[in-house]
Each structure stands twice: as C-alpha cells, then as structure tokens.
C-alpha cells in the first residue's frame, strides 16, 4: 500500500468519524453547535500535525542532510485529496440514506466543497507538522554537534586565551 493511500484512508476514517459524532452531537444538543464543529474541526487537524510531526521527524533522522529529504508534501497532498473525495462520498452517502444529521448537502456539493475544504484541513496541518518535527530534529542534531564558530574552546586558539 503507498504510504499517501495509508495516510489518506486513515485520514478519511478520522474525518469520517468526527462528521458522525459532529452529527450526533449537533442532533442532540443543537444550540452548541459551534463548539461541536470547532472540537471536530480540531480533531481532524491535530491527528494530521502529529502523523506529519512524525512523518517529518522519522525523515530528518533518516536523511541528515536537508537535500536529501523525502517530498512529504506531495505525499500529504494526495492524501489529503484522496481523504477529501472519499469522506465527502461517504459523508454524503451516510447523510442522504442512513443519518439525517451529518448535513443536506447535494452530492457535487459534498465532493467538491467538502472534498476541498477537507484536503486542506488535512493538508496544511500535515505540512505544518512535518516541517516543525525537521525543525525539531535538526535542533536536536546541531546542540550533538561541535559549534565551530565558539573560540573560546576551539582547539586552533593560542593557550594564553583559552577560557578558563
């Protein structure tokens, strides 16, 4: 299995999941509406900044040199896409013939605007994430590594100036 369709199926089963529980929730307590779709909405995002965390830290330690990382960006691009098309079909399937609450949009609607909507949501979060677990571990790399540009303990300095 290519890792954007593992990413991009898990991604629409979160998705997936939040819009049944967002509908349930907005069912059953209606005037709480929008922080129901702000706890789902943050759900969706933080599971795609840590898999991108991770999928940024487990490349920068694999590839210490910057050019030699992976393009994780085109890989959480079609997930995202992948994860967006789907959940809107299947958001539209379950809100059309089994649960009245997940939402009455029309079905190019759904694909579409929601299969927008959601690639971003997972897209930018998982950019996001990965470029701050790089971050993470080059820090990490450089305080191992000697500082060549600290002379008060540089071996070339002459002994009358060493720090003591």
């Known amino acids: 299995?290519?890792?954007?369709l593992l990413r991009g199926s898990f991604m629409t089963a979160v998705?997936?999941?939040a819009r049944v529980l967002l509908g349930v929730a907005v069912v059953n307590a209606p005037l709480h509406s929008t922080v129901w779709k702000t706890i789902a909405i943050a759900a969706v995002v933080l599971v795609a900044v840590l898999w991108g965390g991770i999928d940024g830290m487990?490349?920068?330690?694999s590839n210490p040199d910057p050019d030699d990382y992976q393009d994780l960006t085109v890989r959480w691009l079609k997930a995202g896409v992948f994860a967006?098309?789907?959940?809107?079909?299947?958001?539209w399937i379950l809100g059309r013939f089994v649960f009245a609450g997940i939402g009455e949009s029309g079905f190019f609607i759904e694909?579409?605007?929601?299969?927008?909507f959601?690639?971003?949501l997972i897209f930018v979060p998982a950019f996001v994430g990965a470029?701050?677990?790089?971050?993470?571990?080059?820090?990490?790399?450089?305080?191992?590594?000697p500082n060549e540009d600290d002379w008060s303990v540089h071996p070339d300095?002459?002994?009358?100036?060493?720090?003591?």
């Open 1 to 4: 299995m290519s890792s954007w």
């Open 15 to 17: 998705h997936v999941i």
């Open 58 to 61: 487990g490349d920068a330690r």
């Open 84 to 91: 967006g098309v789907v959940a809107g079909l299947i958001c």
């Open 111 to 116: 694909i579409f605007a929601g299969g927008s």
């Open 118 to 120: 959601t690639a971003l």
């Open 131 to 145: 470029a701050i677990g790089r971050w993470l571990v080059r820090r990490d790399q450089r305080k191992s590594q």
């Open 157 to 164: 300095r002459d002994g009358e100036h060493v720090a003591s």
